[in-house]
């Protein structure tokens, strides 16, 4: 009897504990902070934008290591994903993705225009269509395309840079296949705005892309920036850190990859610049967030 009181007592103390972390975590969410999550999925990316009740995940790497971010930092009791972007069709991109579709409820899921003949790409599409009726609506990206996360608070498309009908994916019309080594540059590249605070989130854009994007002005003085294709050194060129002068930068990398991510030219850019240099190999999922007029590294 003695043991069954205590086992009851510890069950209580564990619900008000859950409930009070869950009050707490509520009350964070109705602040003016806009946070910013670099996940730690290794060798890939999956970064998690949240604003009070609104939660915006763009990639998801591969494997599993995406849902620990996920119940780590969404509330408890909140299975609900505002908005899905799927930067490109690369396996350490969307790999985790059919997982999060398991998962969670997705109001809204945004692709890039081309598809790719690979195995995860197959587990993607065909997750995407199995759990249909917890996907909402599905739509392809264009340049120059908004998404409001407050009245204050904007993703903008700046890439792709060639216009794409909206469609759904299980239709044919609107994608088109790529070979390996080419989706890189089409990724989804995005500009989060909150006020006075600005992230370039870049995906695997290399260096074209950079070009391209500061031949049309879309590149302009930034606060953070997040690394492109995980440091290598056909991203993150001169001439963009010369026109976005990003304070701090954000680079998602697996510890010992085969790669060489990130490559020493890339970090010797950053460093001569000044610019801060936060890693997942190093440190983990990395938090910013912002009221809108500074931002500041959070643990």
């Not at 591969?62 to 849902?67: A, F, T």
């Not at 997982?99 to 945004?110: E, H, T, Y």
Request: charged share 20%; proline share 4%.
């Amino acid at each position: 009897m003695r043991l069954l009181r205590i086992i009851i007592l510890l069950l209580f103390i564990t619900a008000v504990t859950y409930t009070l972390f869950e009050l707490q975590r509520q009350s964070q969410s109705e602040s003016d902070v806009l946070r910013l999550t670099m996940c730690d999925v290794g060798q890939g990316d999956a970064l998690l934008i949240q604003w009070q009740d609104t939660q915006v995940l763009v990639d998801a790497g591969r494997g599993e290591k995406v849902l620990q971010c996920l119940w780590s930092e969404l509330p408890i009791f909140d299975h609900t994903l505002e908005l899905v972007v799927a930067t490109h069709p690369d396996s350490d991109h969307i790999g985790g993705l059919p997982l999060v579709f398991d998962q969670f409820s997705i109001r809204s899921l945004l692709l890039p225009p081309i598809t790719r003949k690979t195995a995860d790409f197959a587990a993607f599409h065909e997750s995407i269509l199995r759990e249909s009726e917890l996907i909402g609506h599905v739509t392809i990206a264009k340049r120059g395309q908004k998404i409001s996360l407050s009245d204050e608070i904007t993703l903008t498309v700046l890439s792709p840079l060639e216009s794409s009908a909206e469609t759904v994916l299980s239709a044919e019309e609107g994608y088109f296949p790529v070979k390996d080594g080419e989706s890189n540059n089409w990724s989804i590249v995005l500009l989060l705005e909150y006020r006075h605070f600005s992230a370039l989130l870049t995906a695997d854009a290399e260096t074209p892309i950079e070009l391209a994007l500061i031949q049309a002005g879309l590149v302009n003085d930034i606060d953070v920036l997040k690394v492109g294709h995980h440091g290598s050194k056909s991203s993150t060129t001169d001439a963009l850190l010369d026109k976005a002068t990003p304070e701090t930068s954000l680079i998602s990398v697996g510890k010992n990859n085969p790669y060489g991510h990130p490559n020493e030219v890339v970090l010797d850019r950053l460093r001569s610049r000044g610019v801060k240099v936060l890693r997942s190999d190093e440190l983990g999922a990395v938090h910013i967030e912002s009221d809108g007029d500074k931002y500041w590294i959070a643990q």
